[in-house]
């Protein structure tokens, strides 16, 4: 009923770019205010990204001016565009609402992720 699938990461060189997209299914995403998430081996899920039902977008400083997010209603999807990509991009990437995750039997949920690996 209530879940989201990542897609679209891989291995990319520096410099590189992807595209990421989050289908979702659920009406408390279409309503709710959607971001991009990632983690790293080691660190915390941090924040890299969130739009607005009207639009609007924020960035964290690391990937200001590299990344755009944008969403499609009609389609139930968020996109995560990402250009010059750098080592520290490596991470799983997941999408949910923002500030709050959904919460399913009193507990976070998070999809699979999808792992975005910047080597050369």
């Known amino acids: 009923q209530v879940h989201v699938v990542e897609s679209g990461g891989g291995l990319v060189q520096p410099g590189g770019s992807l595209r990421l997209s989050c289908a979702h299914s659920?009406?408390?995403?279409?309503?709710?205010?959607m971001g991009w998430y990632r983690q790293a081996p080691g660190n915390q899920r941090g924040l890299v990204a969130r739009?607005?039902?009207?639009?609007?977008?924020y960035y964290s400083d690391s990937v200001k001016g590299r990344f755009t997010i944008s969403r499609d209603g009609a389609k139930n999807t968020v996109y995560l565009q990402m250009n010059n990509l750098k080592p520290e991009d490596t991470a799983v990437y997941y999408c949910?609402?923002?500030?709050?995750?959904?919460?399913?039997?009193?507990?976070?949920?998070w999809g699979q992720g999808t792992q975005v690996t910047v080597s050369s």
């Open positions: 949910n609402t923002w500030p709050d995750p959904v919460r399913i039997r009193n507990r976070d949920y």
């Open positions: 659920g009406s408390i995403f279409s309503t709710s205010v």
């Open positions: 739009i607005y039902t009207g639009g609007g977008t």
